[in-house]
């Protein structure tokens, strides 16, 4: 009684709206890149995230701003409950939660602009854009350097990254001026003035890598030569992506893909995987920083025109995401460390954290963006929650406790009559599996315990459950 492949396909369709064409390939294999992907948001928002405070546990509170929009980038994927985080955090933290500086509001006020886009409550666009109001208010600075951002409100420090937010920032908020009671061209036309500043700043140094900021306290307002970090490599492109867009100044795309190569050619372990400069020894901040960069080229790619730039993007992402993901992982319990460079679980141990977690996140994200596939087998994500009937029942089954995803997995494989499982990571590492079977109860392996059921075929999930519902497709 197992459905064929293209009411299979049918079926997808309706779990996956937008977006079946990144999850199964013309053989029906999966998309290993959105499951993995399902699988940390999941567990990042079940286990790390705190509702009371609204934030992420062991983030600092910037980078939850940032997990809030590597979430939101998720579920245009994949809608899902998980959804409530953004209610919940809307109501738990207030404007300035990300800490005292320029930089860290306006980390959320893209998680929010990035939440608005797919759950369309209008109370989050109007906090983006009181934040902005706020820093334009407070801290464009003509006093030192001519202008720019400073870091601040006590610290007038010229730095890069405030200044790449806020020009990123302006053009996220220009579609909606409109909304927002400002002329058509306010945060643009800011936009436009920010980023006018940085190119002339000397900010980009000869190499067309971006280093930390400007001698700006010392009023000398030269480039400080400090650390190049990824992400300073990263938001700048998806703010120069967003003017090109508005303006069709194709300059500007070039200098993006200069920054992007200069990035992926000199930020880099010898195997060609994105290395935070940092590396071995980098502190909280910066674990999230190699996911910026990565989060924001691919923000970049969908308006590149140049095919070798986008292929050579393409396959950087892919590389890094086969690296961090196969079989030297730096990963357990569904906790990634900060080396994406094919670095086994056992050098890595006191690395993994949620910030390193939520960095790899991105990663995946961006290939799932990309429309890249990394599959292995013939069985296709349903969705979150478990895999219920066409009569609303449960399925006979087995089921077990404290198993892996992978014996879960191999032993549905191995059952014939198995049609769908469902698996539940728990908090604590192993995790629940329930393999649907149309198979007699004599099948069931040693160890698992066989549940009637009535059903006969899978049609839906049942949302409410955050597992991960299998469904085979041959
Ligand atoms: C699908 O399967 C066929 C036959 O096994 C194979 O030739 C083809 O490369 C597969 N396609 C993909 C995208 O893997
Ligand atoms: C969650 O946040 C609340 C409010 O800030 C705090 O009191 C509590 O300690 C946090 N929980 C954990 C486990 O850190
Ligand atoms: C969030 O809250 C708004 C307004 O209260 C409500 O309309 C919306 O359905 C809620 N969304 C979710 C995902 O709970
Ligand atoms: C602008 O920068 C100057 C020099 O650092 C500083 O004295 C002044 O307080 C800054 N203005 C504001 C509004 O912060
Ligand atoms: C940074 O390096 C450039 C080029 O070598 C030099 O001109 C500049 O003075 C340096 N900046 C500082 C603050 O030393
Ligand atoms: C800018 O984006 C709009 C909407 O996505 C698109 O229609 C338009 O072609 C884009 N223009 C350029 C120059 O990329
Ligand atoms: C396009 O962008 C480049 C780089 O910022 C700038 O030098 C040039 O003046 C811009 N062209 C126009 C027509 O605005
Ligand atoms: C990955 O990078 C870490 C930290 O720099 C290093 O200790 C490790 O040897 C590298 N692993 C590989 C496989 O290159
Ligand atoms: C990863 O490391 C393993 C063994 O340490 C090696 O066999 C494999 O080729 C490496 N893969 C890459 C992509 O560097
Ligand atoms: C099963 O539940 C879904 C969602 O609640 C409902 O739309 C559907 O009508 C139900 N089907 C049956 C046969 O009760
Ligand atoms: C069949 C298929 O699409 N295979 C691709 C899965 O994804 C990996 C990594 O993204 C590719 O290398 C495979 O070609």
Known sequence: ?????SFTIILINLFFPSTSMMIIDENNSINETLNWAEVTATRLVVCYYNETSGIWLNELAWQSGNTLESLANFLSHLDSPLKYVFNNTFIKT???IGGDCFDDYQWWLLGWLQAYSVDQNINYLHRAADIYDIIVDKAWNVTQCSGGIQWCPTNGYKNAITNELFLSCSMRLHPYATILGKSSTYYLNWALKEWRWFENSGIINADYLINDGLNSNDNICVNNNQTTWTYNQGVILSGLALLYNATNNKTLLNIAQNIADATIQKLIYSNGILKEPCEPNCDNDQKLFKGIFVRHLSYLLPYLIDPIHIQKYTLFLQQNAISVSMTNRCEL???????????SINNCDSTRDTATTSSVLDLFLSIVNTQQQITTSNW??????????DQNFSMSNF?????T????RTTADNDIGAIAYDYELKCNGNGFCRIRTLSDRSLTPTGWTYEVGNAITVTRTN??????CYLRTN
């Open 1 to 5: 009684m197992l459905r064929s492949c």
């Open 94 to 96: 207030g404007m300035f």
């Open 333 to 343: 319990d569904g906790l990634f460390g900060l080396f994406w460079n094919n670095t």
């Open 380 to 389: 296709i994500l349903l969705g979150m929650g478990n895999c219920m009937d």
């Open 399 to 403: 089921y077990k406790n404290d198993v």
């Open 405 to 408: 995803e992978n014996i879960c």
């Open 463 to 468: 949302k409410i459950i955050l597992t991960n």
